[in-house]
């Protein structure tokens, strides 16, 4: 493998990673802000048991003479606030419950998920050429039709200022077979390198 392509494509890896991890936080920073939110109507809903427990005094106090023909009605109408507003109070504490994760999850995914679908089958195709090649390397080093794939894939490939510094004509280069060098920059283009020639024994039987 190629030390500065690998160095590369790690580099963009822990990138991309970065910037989900970062967005995920983000997302679940924003949900718990908003969630924060619902404290207003847990303590309306509060104050509408309050009320209601007010209410339910008043309605006793009715039951007295004299003054029940007054607090009757004062306490019918405190009874059905009351109870509007726990009613109310709940609702919103549940829009708020779903908002805050809609929120949440719309904040940490927008960024993320158009990226991860661009992002893992690119990678998943450069992992699978790379071993491609890899094995194609190991099994056809000497292969002629092999090394003129390879610099083929060079010349449609590379750009062009990196083939005028490895050839001035490389389709005629193709053309009469000196393909060596074309194809060493497309196995370094993928990120995969040959394996190194065995050592000529020495005169002990170790390489030379």
Do not use: C
């Not at 802000?33 to 404290?39: G, P, S």
């Not at 661009?118 to 094995?135: G, M």
């Amino acid at each position: 493998m190629n030390p500065f392509r690998t160095w590369r494509i790690r580099t963009l890896d822990l990138v991309v990673l970065a910037w989900v991890i970062g967005w995920l936080g983000m997302g679940i920073y924003v949900g718990r802000d908003i969630r924060e939110l619902a404290q207003v109507p847990r303590t309306a809903a509060s104050s509408g048991r309050v009320l209601q427990d007010i209410a339910g005094s008043l309605q006793r106090v009715a039951t007295l003479p004299l003054v029940g023909s007054h607090v009757g009605p004062l306490a019918d109408r405190a009874q059905a606030e009351a109870r509007s507003i726990e009613v109310t109070g709940r609702a919103t504490d549940q829009s708020i419950r779903e908002l805050s994760i809609l929120l949440g999850v719309a904040v940490a995914l927008a960024p993320t998920v158009p990226l991860l679908a661009l992002f893992i089958p690119l990678r998943v195709s450069q992992e699978r050429e790379a071993r491609a090649f890899r094995r194609a390397v190991r099994q056809k080093t000497d292969d002629p039709v092999f090394e003129e794939f390879l610099a083929r894939r060079a010349a449609e490939n590379l750009p062009y200022h990196r083939l005028r510094e490895i050839s001035p004509d490389p389709w005629r280069d193709i053309r009469d077979g000196r393909v060596r060098a074309l194809a060493d920059a497309e196995l370094r283009r993928v990120g995969v390198s040959r394996p190194r020639p065995a050592g000529r024994a020495g005169p002990e039987g170790r390489p030379a």
